[in-house]
């Protein structure tokens, strides 16, 4: 029974899921590790005869159905090979080092115009850092260097027995070694950290006759949250270092570019508050000079020396800077993007079905994001891309505003880049009280800083202020990639240590 819901769900994956209940979709990326280790191999010889036996009937009949099995078949079993001994030697080492280790095979998509990628275009493999490093530091423990080590050995070792097969997988394939964070302390502390760890895992790699041309590393810090920051009972899984192993530097590009940006990486926030109740602008000043958490689950009381003993007393709501007229965030059902379909990366992930679970944290719950770039081990410098300085339409520097209960809010510039919806200048908020009674009074400037979140047809465009006096907290905005306009759009406030939304849905300023 076991052996064929695993079958199943394996079918499942190879399909795409298209056909795949949600139900079985559950513990799908688990049931496909344990099948690829013990039946790896015989599973995608399987597939590749099926596939390229359907492929050759479609181009020649009969004779193109056998010569395409034969063909397909030949390469499924050296796929199946690589994957299972893969699989089993990451099996070995967890068990023999006591390590949490988690894997998922990069597939392209069918739909992606990739020439240069093949399909079985890697292997993502996740271990949690549980004594690896030691607080705060970047070299490996005893134990830590250990595990590195066994497993660079394994990165090391061709994973094809041909021997021109192997040298040319030597020559092209690429690693990249991703240092992973939580959230307590400094966001650019642990960027910083996350950098140098990676990079010491780069230079075992190495070590164990890896060329320095083919290894990569980047510091994620707590920008890609696997588990809630808030929970101090797991967020450690947070802790973490990823390998990914990629058939060639064009792979390599894509898998950079997949992860900026993506929107799995909202579900959990990034502020290690159970229930936050601080202005995000707080909380950023908090996690800049700081290295403990931002703010405590339920803020206490105000006491004075002279009331330290009397019965407690209810404490006035104070009143926030600026009125929006909003509704506290307890009793706000944060849904937004949940609408946005995630963009298609070029690749087929193997948990894809679960991408419509969009992100249900708010940026009350969240804190700037920001990931290293991707660097060489062979000289430090930046992976080489060809970015442009080409726009979204309609979001190249302009200016958007509309009122919020009588008041003018104005977020400018609005700069997408169309490649990945990068921030490519960052905004500032403006605030004009009472601008609805035609007043003079002047606008309260407020620093900020962005982050998009991009899916097929919208962006995800989040700010946070970086003011500890800024009338406005955060803002999340939905805004269109097609006609320059927001679907959705909330305001973030605070008052005292509570926080209130509001709907704020600008418009783009006419030039």
Not at 118 to 129: F, N, S, W
Not at 135 to 140: I, K
Not at 286 to 297: D, E, G, K
Not at 481 to 499: D, H, M, P, R
Request: aromatic letters at 6%.
């Amino acid at each position: 029974m076991q052996g064929s819901f695993r079958l199943t769900a394996l079918s499942c994956a190879f399909l795409t899921a298209a056909g795949c209940s949600s139900q079985q979709m559950q513990g799908l990326k688990d049931s496909v590790n344990s099948v690829g280790k013990d039946y790896g191999m015989a599973v995608l010889c399987t597939v590749g005869v099926v596939g390229g036996a359907a492929a050759g009937y479609a181009l020649n009949g009969k004779n193109g159905a056998i010569a395409g099995g034969a063909v397909g078949g030949a390469l499924g079993c050296a796929l199946g090979y690589a994957w299972q001994s893969r699989l089993q030697e990451l099996d070995r080492i967890a068990k023999e080092e006591n390590l949490k280790i988690t894997t998922e095979q990069l597939t392209v998509a069918s739909s992606a115009v990739v020439t240069a990628v093949p399909k079985e275009a890697g292997l993502v493999t996740q271990i949690e850092d549980s004594g690896m490093f030691a607080t705060g530091s970047d070299q490996l423990t005893e134990s830590g260097q250990r595990a590195v080590g066994k497993l660079a050995q394994m990165y090391s070792k061709p994973a094809s027995t041909d021997q021109k097969v192997a040298a040319e997988q030597r020559l092209e394939r690429r690693l990249l070694v991703v240092g992973h964070s939580d959230a307590t302390g400094n966001a650019e502390y642990n960027q910083k950290l996350s950098e140098r760890r990676a990079r010491t895992v780069g230079k075992v790699l190495m070590q164990a006759g890896i060329p320095a041309t083919a290894i990569f590393y980047q510091g994620a810090g707590s920008s890609r949250p696997i588990a809630d920051n808030s929970d101090p009972f797991v967020r450690g899984q947070n802790r973490r270092v990823e390998i990914v192993e990629l058939a060639n530097e064009q792979a390599l590009v894509m898998r950079a570019q997949a992860e900026e940006g993506n929107t799995k990486y909202l579900h959990y926030g990034t502020s290690t508050t159970v229930k936050p109740h601080v202005a995000a602008s707080q909380a950023a000043k908090a996690s800049a000079t700081t290295s403990a958490p931002v703010a405590t689950a339920q803020p206490a009381p105000v006491t004075t020396a002279a009331s330290t003993s009397a019965p407690a007393m209810t404490i006035a709501k104070t009143k926030p800077a600026v009125d929006f007229a909003g509704k506290p965030v307890d009793a706000y059902n944060w849904s937004m993007a949940q609408s946005i379909k995630p963009k298609s990366s070029g690749f087929e992930l193997i948990g894809s079905a679960h991408a419509n679970e969009m992100p249900m944290a708010s940026c009350e719950a969240d804190m700037p994001r920001n990931a290293g770039e991707v660097l060489s081990m062979a000289d430090d410098k930046p992976l080489q891309r060809h970015a442009t300085k080409d726009y979204l339409p309609g979001y190249n520097n302009r200016v958007w505003a509309n009122t919020v209960n009588g008041h003018l809010v104005t977020v400018s510039p609005v700069s997408i880049l169309r490649e990945n919806a990068q921030v490519d200048r960052q905004p500032i908020l403006q605030v004009v009280q009472n601008y609805d009674q035609n007043t003079k009074n002047k606008a309260q400037t407020i620093k900020a800083v962005a982050n998009t979140y991009e899916g097929e047809s919208q962006v995800l465009y989040r700010v946070f202020a970086t003011g500890d006096k800024a009338s406005v907290s955060c803002m999340d905005l939905v805004f269109s990639k097609g006609n320059a306009q927001v679907t959705e759009g909330a305001l973030f406030y605070a008052a005292g240590s509570e926080a209130y939304v509001a709907s704020y849905m600008p418009i783009p300023a006419t030039k």
